[in-house]
């Protein structure tokens, strides 16, 4: 038996063209869905998302703004943009791309965005909201993560889902979204004892833990959904997933490739995110 591949790029695609023809909808309405990047400094990574988001708005029709501050800027220049862009009309979203110099105190600028206009949910009241299963913007990788499963026709309630990482970007969140599906979850971690017993008794493995190839077949159980968030390069400047593909293909029932799995979903959510900000904000001023 070999694993069927989950195709994150063809998933992604497909909501994409939902978006779009929803984007086209309110056009004609007179809104166009608004997203505001911030980018500091020269982070290399950070700069390819940065494009990679420019892109997507222009091919969804959304209006987007990208501010390119110094490595130098101040935490106070970057709040007061924060500021002005949370009262510009024209921008429904405002993501500033992480990791943040080190002199920058990366919760204070969180914080600082509105609610209504943090689309990457991470905003206190937006994790709030999750945790308590209102309604929110959510998370964009973990969105992401119950959508593959979702339109890959894979039922989540009654199963055992076990999440490797407990990180507030993706391993808690992800959790919580599992649990809102009625999965019963356990979280794992690097304090986890048995761990590989643990993962394998999983109906759902979601690994997140920035480690090259780390979980392999000794983590799987037959038939399993694994999930890899993981995007790590190698020496040779190849990209690997959390978990090792090779290893587990002819254990897990399904798997997602690295790259072309979850990643994908990541930059798609985020437009989600952004049109969704843009109609509720519509619909609160009546």
Known sequence: MTAQRIEGKAISDAIRSEIGAETAKLAAQGIVPGLAVVLVGEDPASKVYVGSKEKACQQLGFYSEVHRLEASATQEELLSLIDKLNHQETIHGILVQLPLPKHINEKAVIDAISADKDVD???PVSVGNLVIGDDS???????????LIKRTG??????HAVVIGRSNIVGKPVSMLLLREHATVTICHSRTANMADIAKTADILVVAIGKAKAI?????????VVIDVGINRLEDGKLAGDVDYEDVLDVAGYVTPVPGGVGPMTITMLMQNTLKAAKQQRAAKG
């Open 121 to 123: 949910g991470f905003h």
């Open 216 to 224: 392999g077949r000794d983590y799987v159980k037959p038939g399993a």
């Open 154 to 159: 894979i039922e989540i309630a009654g199963k």
């Open 137 to 147: 913007l959510l998370p964009c990788t973990p969105a992401g993560v119950i959508e």
